[in-house]
T-cell receptor
Framework: AQKVTQAQTEISVVEKEDVTLDCVYE???????LFWYKQPPSGELVFLIR??????QNEISGRYSWNFQKSTSSFNFTITASQVVDSAVYFCALSEASTGGFKTIFGAGTRLFVKA | DAGITQSPRHKVTETGTPVTLRCHQTENHRYMYWYRQDPGHGLRLIHY???????DKGEVSDGYSVSRSKTEDFLLTLESATSSQTSVYFCAISDLAGSQTQYFGPGTRLLVL
C-alpha cells in the first residue's frame, strides 16, 4: 500500500538559514511519481516538482533542490538561504497506478516558519 | 495557471442537508479529483474521475458521491452532511496518466453545523 511520511510537523528557521524537509514513501510499484507542493498562507496549492521512479537525478531550481534516493525511499526538499516568503506548508505526494490512471497519496505536510 | 474554478468558495450548512460542490475546468483535462484537507491529515482523496461517466473511490469516499457528465465539470455531493465533513475541499485536474501532475483549484470551505 502507498504511504507518505513527513515526520517534521513544523520547522522554524531564521531567514538565510538552509532547511531540509524530509519525505519518506512506501510503494510496491516500480513505476511511480513523487511530487512536492507548496501551500502558502493564502491557501492555494502550488506545484513545485515532479519526479518519476526511473529518474534519480537530483534537481536544483534556484534556491530549491530535491534529493531523490530510491535506496532509502526518500525524496527530500532543501531550501537554501530561506526567505520569509518561503513560509508555507509543504506537501510531499506519491502517485502510483490504479484503476483508470494513477492515485495520489499526500503526506500530512510540514509547516515551515521563516522568521526575519 | 490552470483554469480551474470551484463553487461555492464558502458554504455553511446544517447537518442532514445535501450539499453539492462544483469543479469546473477549461483545460480539457481527462482526470479530475476531489480531496479534502484537514489538520494533521494533509490532503485525502475522496473520489476521482478518469473520463466522462468514469469515476472511482478514493480513501475517504463514505458519505460522498460524484458525477461527471461533461469533461469540464466534476460534482461532489454530500448526500446528508455531517459535522465530520466540515473541511476544505480541493478539486484537482491532470492531463495524461503518465504525467500526473495535478493542478488544484482554489478550494471550498465547508462548515456543517
Amino acid at each position: 500500500a502507498q504511504k507518505v511520511t513527513q515526520a517534521q510537523t513544523e520547522i522554524s528557521v531564521v531567514e538565510k538559514e538552509d532547511v531540509t524537509l524530509d519525505c519518506v514513501y512506501e510503494t510496491r510499484d516500480t513505476t511511480y511519481y513523487l511530487f512536492w507542493y507548496k501551500q502558502p498562507p493564502s491557501g492555494e496549492l502550488v506545484f513545485l516538482i515532479r519526479r518519476n521512479s526511473f529518474d534519480e537525478q537530483n534537481e536544483i531550481s534556484g534556491r530549491y533542490s530535491w534529493n531523490f534516493q530510491k535506496s532509502t525511499s526518500s525524496f527530500n526538499f532543501t531550501i537554501t538561504a530561506s526567505q520569509v516568503v518561503d513560509s508555507a506548508v509543504y506537501f510531499c505526494a506519491l502517485s502510483e497506478a490504479s484503476t483508470g490512471g494513477f492515485k495520489t497519496i499526500f503526506g500530512a505536510g510540514t509547516r515551515l516558519f521563516v522568521k526575519a | 495557471d490552470a483554469g480551474i474554478t470551484q463553487s461555492p468558495r464558502h458554504k455553511v450548512t446544517e447537518t442532514g442537508t445535501p450539499v453539492t460542490l462544483r469543479c469546473h475546468q477549461t483545460e480539457n483535462h481527462r482526470y479530475m479529483y476531489w480531496y479534502r484537507q484537514d489538520p494533521g491529515h494533509g490532503l485525502r482523496l475522496i473520489h476521482y474521475s478518469y473520463g466522462v461517466k468514469d469515476t472511482d473511490k478514493g480513501e475517504v469516499s463514505d458519505g460522498y458521491s460524484v458525477s461527471r457528465s461533461k469533461t469540464e465539470d466534476f460534482l461532489l455531493t454530500l448526500e446528508s452532511a455531517t459535522s465530520s465533513q466540515t473541511s476544505v475541499y480541493f478539486c484537482a485536474i491532470s492531463d495524461l496518466a503518465g504525467s500526473q501532475t495535478q493542478y488544484f483549484g482554489p478550494g471550498t470551505r465547508l462548515l456543517v453545523l
